[in-house]
C-alpha cells in the first residue's frame, strides 16, 4: 500500500495517490449512477399517484379537487416514506464502505453489506447527534445575544443586533467546519481499525484540522467550476432544442407539456441527470480524501507500511 505523509497537496490528490487497482473512481460513480437512479425509480413508483395528481392539468385547476385526492393518498405516501428510509441507508452504507475500504486498504471497487458498514452506520448516527448539537449551539450562541440587544427596541440596539448576528454567525460557522474537520477522519479510522472510533479522530488531525478545511474549499471550488460548465453545456443544448417548438404556444399548457417531452428535451435532460449523479459520487469520494490521509499518516498506527517497511 503506498505510503503518503500528510500534506496540503497529498490531501487534495489523495484519491489519485491512494494506491490499489486503477479505475477505482470510474466503477464507483458508475455504479453509483445506475443504483441511484434505481431507488429512484422505486420512489417514483411508490409516489406516482402524488406525481400523476400534480401534473394532471384538471386538477391543478382544482385546488380543492387537489388536497382531497392528496389526502386520499397520504397513507401510500407514508408507506413509501417508510420503504425508502432503510432503502436509503443500506445505499449509503454500501457506497462508504467501498470508498473508506479504497482510502484505508488499497482495495478494489465492491459493494458488500458487512460489519465495515454497519459500523459506518454508527458513525453516521454520533455525526447526526453531533450535527443537533452543533444547530442547537447556533441557537444559543447568535441567536440570544442578539435576541436581547434586540429586545431594547431602539433603532440603534436593532442595528448593533444585526451587526452582532453576521459577526457571531460566520465566527461559529468558521468553527463548526473546523470541529468536523477534527472528526472527519471517524469512518476512515473506523475502517481502519475495524472498531467504531469518533473519539480517536481528535488525536489524529492535531495540527491538520485547517489543512484539511484549505482543502475542502478548494476542492469544493473546483467541483462547482465543473458542476456549472457541465450544466451551462447541456442548459444550452436543451434551450436551443426548446425554443423553436415552444414559440407560439406560450398559452397553451398541454402544447408545452408536449414540447418539453420531445426527445430533443428529454434527450440532454436526461444525460445530464445522470452525468450531475456521476459526478456527485466522484465528488464524495474526492472530498473524503484529506480526512483519510490524515488517517493514513496517523505515526501511532500499528499496521503503517513505514512500520512494515523497517521490520522486512
Given at each position: 500500500?503506498?505510503?503518503?505523509?500528510?500534506?496540503?497537496?497529498?490531501?487534495?490528490?489523495?484519491?489519485?495517490?491512494?494506491?490499489?487497482?486503477?479505475?477505482?473512481?470510474?466503477?464507483?460513480?458508475?455504479?453509483?449512477?445506475v443504483?441511484?437512479?434505481?431507488?429512484?425509480?422505486?420512489?417514483?413508483?411508490?409516489?406516482?399517484p402524488?406525481?400523476?395528481?400534480?401534473?394532471?392539468?384538471?386538477?391543478?385547476?382544482?385546488?380543492?379537487?387537489?388536497?382531497?385526492?392528496?389526502?386520499?393518498?397520504?397513507?401510500?405516501?407514508?408507506?413509501?416514506?417508510?420503504?425508502?428510509?432503510?432503502?436509503?441507508?443500506?445505499?449509503?452504507?454500501?457506497?462508504?464502505?467501498?470508498?473508506?475500504?479504497?482510502?484505508?486498504?488499497?482495495?478494489?471497487?465492491?459493494?458488500?453489506?458487512?460489519?465495515?458498514?454497519?459500523?459506518?452506520?454508527?458513525?453516521?448516527?454520533?455525526?447526526?447527534?453531533?450535527?443537533?448539537?452543533?444547530?442547537?449551539?447556533?441557537?444559543?450562541v447568535?441567536?440570544?445575544?442578539?435576541?436581547?440587544?434586540?429586545?431594547?427596541?431602539s433603532?440603534?440596539?436593532?442595528?448593533?443586533?444585526?451587526?452582532?448576528?453576521?459577526?457571531?454567525?460566520?465566527?461559529?460557522?468558521?468553527?463548526?467546519?473546523?470541529?468536523?474537520?477534527r472528526?472527519?477522519?471517524?469512518a476512515?479510522?473506523?475502517?481502519?481499525?475495524?472498531?467504531?472510533?469518533?473519539?480517536?479522530?481528535?488525536?489524529?488531525?492535531?495540527?491538520?484540522?485547517?489543512?484539511?478545511?484549505?482543502?475542502?474549499?478548494?476542492?469544493?471550488?473546483?467541483?462547482?467550476?465543473?458542476?456549472?460548465?457541465?450544466?451551462?453545456?447541456?442548459?444550452?443544448?436543451?434551450?436551443?432544442a426548446?425554443?423553436?417548438?415552444?414559440?407560439?404556444?406560450?398559452d397553451?399548457?398541454?402544447?408545452?407539456?408536449?414540447?418539453?417531452?420531445?426527445?430533443?428535451?428529454?434527450l440532454?435532460?436526461?444525460i445530464?441527470?445522470?452525468?450531475?449523479?456521476?459526478?456527485q459520487?466522484?465528488?464524495m469520494?474526492?472530498?473524503s480524501?484529506?480526512?483519510?490521509?490524515?488517517?493514513?499518516?496517523d505515526?501511532?498506527?500499528?499496521?503503517?507500511?513505514?512500520?512494515?517497511?523497517?521490520?522486512?
Amino acid at each position: 500500500m503506498t505510503h503518503l505523509d500528510f500534506s496540503f497537496d497529498n490531501a487534495l490528490f489523495h484519491f489519485r495517490r491512494t494506491g490499489g487497482p486503477k479505475e477505482f473512481l470510474l466503477k464507483y460513480g458508475a455504479t453509483y449512477a445506475v443504483l441511484y437512479l434505481l431507488m429512484s425509480a422505486v420512489n417514483l413508483w411508490l409516489h406516482w399517484p402524488m406525481f400523476a395528481m400534480m401534473f394532471n392539468l384538471d386538477m391543478m385547476n382544482d385546488p380543492v379537487a387537489m388536497e382531497a385526492a392528496m389526502m386520499g393518498q397520504m397513507g401510500r405516501v407514508l408507506l413509501g416514506y417508510l420503504l425508502m428510509l432503510p432503502l436509503g441507508l443500506a445505499f449509503w452504507m454500501l457506497f462508504e464502505g467501498a470508498n473508506q475500504r479504497r482510502y484505508m486498504r488499497a482495495e478494489g471497487f465492491r459493494l458488500q453489506l458487512g460489519a465495515d458498514e454497519w459500523r459506518l452506520l454508527v458513525v453516521a448516527l454520533i455525526w447526526f447527534g453531533l450535527f443537533i448539537a452543533l444547530y442547537l449551539g447556533m441557537i444559543i450562541v447568535v441567536a440570544l445575544p442578539v435576541g436581547i440587544i434586540a429586545a431594547t427596541g431602539s433603532g440603534e440596539g436593532a442595528a448593533m443586533a444585526g451587526l452582532l448576528a453576521l459577526v457571531l454567525a460566520i465566527a461559529y460557522m468558521v468553527f463548526a467546519l473546523w470541529l468536523a474537520a477534527r472528526f472527519s477522519p471517524a469512518a476512515a479510522l473506523t475502517v481502519r481499525d475495524r472498531s467504531i472510533r469518533f473519539g480517536k479522530a481528535w488525536r489524529v488531525t492535531k495540527g491538520k484540522a485547517w489543512t484539511i478545511v484549505g482543502s475542502w474549499i478548494v476542492l469544493m471550488l473546483i467541483m462547482m467550476v465543473v458542476f456549472f460548465v457541465f450544466y451551462l453545456i447541456f442548459a444550452v443544448a436543451m434551450v436551443a432544442a426548446l425554443m423553436p417548438v415552444i414559440g407560439g404556444i406560450e398559452d397553451d399548457p398541454t402544447a408545452i407539456f408536449s414540447a418539453m417531452a420531445s426527445p430533443g428535451i428529454i434527450l440532454p435532460g436526461a444525460i445530464l441527470m445522470v452525468g450531475f449523479i456521476f459526478l456527485q459520487a466522484c465528488w464524495m469520494h474526492i472530498f473524503s480524501g484529506p480526512a483519510a490521509l490524515a488517517a493514513r499518516a496517523d505515526p501511532q498506527w500499528a499496521d503503517n507500511p513505514a512500520i512494515d517497511e523497517t521490520f522486512v
